[in-house]
């Protein structure tokens, strides 16, 4: 199931203080499942682990009520929390590269989010690559978020107090379209961006330390953009890489979450200071001992599930 095993202190790039004892022994349970390493696999192959993966978010949350839809040619899927509405909306892109992940795979992690948020979640299924290239899912998260803001009162939410929110590559997306709703509309209230990808072109130290994982190697991060982007001028557009914008004040407040061994490390706590210094209310959230992915590890991590209670809170605060 798991892509990758601890690495030895002794290894070049390996963690050099100790992984939580949470996430080592997940990724030593992960090792003895066995796996290739993941930039060897298949298209097909890194999808179905990640469809696995998602039982270790433990079991799925009851919410008021889930249904599947579409915003225009985008499928969606919404939960809607208990209580009486109109609720705040949370527009969800799950992570996964732009290659990987779906509605399922991180279906645990949005019924966790309406329940601590009390907001509608709207997880969007947009076009992954290398079936749809850059900017295919930059398009079709634009086309949801504005799809949710004409058409919340049809599912109970209000249209005035919107936030978008995602992981990874989620977070990359949440970024963009956070940027180009401040110049189009509509007007966001909070960005949730855990860990997320927001420099393409990135060589911060955390992306040779942590070069080669646990879980996330920057291998892996290869493969997704070569299936993802259609050259290397890609990279440093700002709607692949939004913290290359010219400008970031104005911004929606924001919620950026680290994990120490994780590649992405240093481009997100850049992220977070640049929006501080734009104007940007803006939180950064370090999580010691943890990796890439440990959002969705809820039932085996309790940083996980304390993540969860907190990005509840930040959305709960700014959509009140």
């Known amino acids: 199931m798991g892509p990758t095993a601890p690495q030895d202190d002794d290894v070049e790039g390996a963690p050099t203080v100790p992984l939580h004892p949470q996430v080592e022994a997940l990724l030593n349970l992960m090792a003895e499942q066995g796996g290739a390493p993941p930039e060897t696999m298949t298209v097909a192959q890194n999808r179905a682990m990640i469809r696995e993966m998602a039982a270790v978010s433990g079991p799925p949350e009851p919410v008021a009520a889930v249904r599947d839809d579409r915003a225009g040619d985008v499928p969606v899927r919404i939960y809607r929390p208990e209580g009486t509405g109109p609720f705040p909306v949370l527009v969800f892109y799950h992570g996964g590269g732009w290659v990987i992940g779906d509605l399922d795979s991180h279906d645990p992690v949005c019924r966790s989010l309406a329940n601590r ?52 590559a989620g977070g990359n997306l949440s970024a963009v379209v956070a940027q180009h709703a401040r110049d189009h509309g509509p007007a966001l209230r909070f960005q949730l961006l855990v860990y997320p990808a927001v420099d393409a072109a990135d060589q911060s130290p955390s992306m040779t330390e942590n070069a080669q994982g646990p879980l996330l190697t920057v291998a892996w991060i290869e493969w997704f953009m070569g299936h993802y982007l259609t050259g290397e001028q890609d990279a440093l557009d700002p709607r692949m890489s939004p913290a290359r914008t010219t400008d970031l004040s104005g911004l929606p407040p924001a919620l950026v979450v680290t994990a120490e061994f994780d590649p992405l490390r240093d481009q997100g706590a850049a992220y977070a200071a640049a929006l501080n210094a734009a104007g940007v209310k ?39």
């Open 282 to 320: 803006t939180e950064l959230r370090e999580s010691p001992g943890m990796i890439h992915g440990f959002l969705q590890f809820g039932a085996a991590i309790d940083d996980s599930r304390a993540l969860l209670d907190e990005a509840g809170a930040a959305l709960r605060a700014a959509l009140a």
């Open 117 to 168: 948020s009390g907001a509608v979640v709207v997880a969007v299924d947009y076009r992954l690559a290398p079936e749809h290239r850059f900017p295919a899912a930059v398009d079709d998260a634009v086309a949801a978020l504005e799809w949710v803001h004409a058409h919340a009162a049809e599912f109970d939410g209000d249209p005035s107090r919107i936030a978008v929110g995602g992981d990874s």
